[in-house]
């Protein structure tokens, strides 16, 4: 579903689109830059805990056997122009996968709209910084 206002989706007028990945914590240097390399330049970047399919890990020491069933992890957020969302999932899915259950998942949303605070500046004038992925050649 497109929110984008009809007068802007007919000037050309790219949407703004949320990236949110949930990816193992060891992945999380190999994955800022891979997508520093290809120009992505702002992120946010949490500590979550959770569990997928694989209910957690079993881990067997001296004293028996225990379950972890929320096991850490790290959630990247992005923001950035519609048209760079698959280079940006597909680098993604490059630099986190190991091949393994628990490797993470990636979500895409759509932004009705954003805002630099100490500006005002609201869209893709919020967005664009030098160097970023926007700015840069094909």
Not at 5 to 26: D, F, L, Y
Not at 29 to 55: S, Y
Not at 66 to 78: E, S
Request: charged fraction near 25%; charge should be neutral.
């Amino acid at each position: 579903i497109c929110h984008m206002p009809h007068a802007e989706r007919n000037r050309g007028i790219t949407m703004t689109m949320k990236i949110e990945a949930i990816i193992r914590e060891e992945k999380l240097a190999d994955v800022k830059d891979a997508l520093h390399q290809i120009g992505i330049v702002g992120m946010n970047i949490f500590e979550v805990r959770g569990h997928g399919r694989q209910g957690g890990i079993t881990l067997t020491g001296r004293a028996g056997s225990y379950q972890i069933d929320m096991l850490p992890r790290v959630q990247l957020n992005i923001i950035l122009s519609d048209h760079n969302v698959e280079k940006t999932i597909q680098t993604i899915r490059d630099a986190a996968q190991t091949g393994n259950r628990g490797d993470g998942l990636i979500f895409v949303y759509p932004v009705a709209d954003v805002i630099r605070i100490r500006t005002g500046e609201r869209g893709r004038e919020a967005l664009t910084y030098e160097g970023d992925i926007d700015t840069m050649k094909a």
